[in-house]
């Protein structure tokens, strides 16, 4: 009696196969463009995923780690000149529930101050994720989060970095321990994590 393994093409058999079929399908496409002129003669079969640890930069903030939703991001800012309004730049873009400026949240975040990047506050380093009603926060955070006029609310399972102006901060009065000075900008790095 024939066993069924013995008929079953190996796994190597069947991934060598498939490379010849990537190949071949790569060769008859190398040389056709869908305006019916010859293509470039360079073909990647592999094309190079960006890296989640790349640093992107947005009106002088970088975050590195932007896109790598179970890990801290580190988070740098350096700019001597003051937003005049709002700025938010998606890092990833939630799938799921939109929050709205009367939402209660869970989110992880990273807080620094613009001017020179020195980190305030993390979630990250208290233990994790933290909930709240949007209300209950600076105006920054919840029309950065909930949405206004021009931004778009977050959805869960997001990122953002989001540049407050002082106006939408901490204002003229700073904090109370001194980690934000008096009329300072500040950044948040926020993910969305859950909404009610």
């Known amino acids: 009696m024939t066993s069924t393994a013995s008929i079953r093409p190996s796994a190597a058999t069947r991934v060598a196969g498939i490379a010849v079929a990537v190949v071949t399908l790569a060769a008859g496409l190398s040389g056709c463009s869908s305006d019916g002129k010859k293509a470039s003669e360079t073909f990647s079969a592999s094309p190079v995923a960006p890296s989640s640890t790349a640093p992107i930069t947005f009106n002088g903030v970088t975050v590195t780690g932007g896109s790598e939703l179970t890990a801290k991001p580190a988070v740098t800012s350096k700019s001597s000149t003051a937003p005049a309004s709002l700025q938010v730049k998606d890092l990833v873009v939630g799938t799921g529930a939109p929050a709205r400026p009367t939402s209660t949240v869970t989110v992880q975040y990273v807080g620094v101050r613009y001017a020179d ?24 955070f919840t029309r950065g989060i909930g949405g206004t006029t021009g931004i778009a609310p977050m959805k869960v399972g997001g990122r953002r970095v989001m540049i407050l102006p002082a106006a939408l901060g901490y204002g003229s009065t ?23």
């Open 174 to 196: 700073g904090t109370q321990d001194g980690s934000i000075p008096p009329n300072a900008p500040i950044v948040f790095v926020v993910d969305l994590v859950g909404v009610k």
């Open 117 to 140: 990047g020195k980190q305030f506050d993390a979630s990250w380093d208290h233990g994790g994720a933290v909930g709240f009603p949007l209300r209950q926060v600076v105006p920054g």
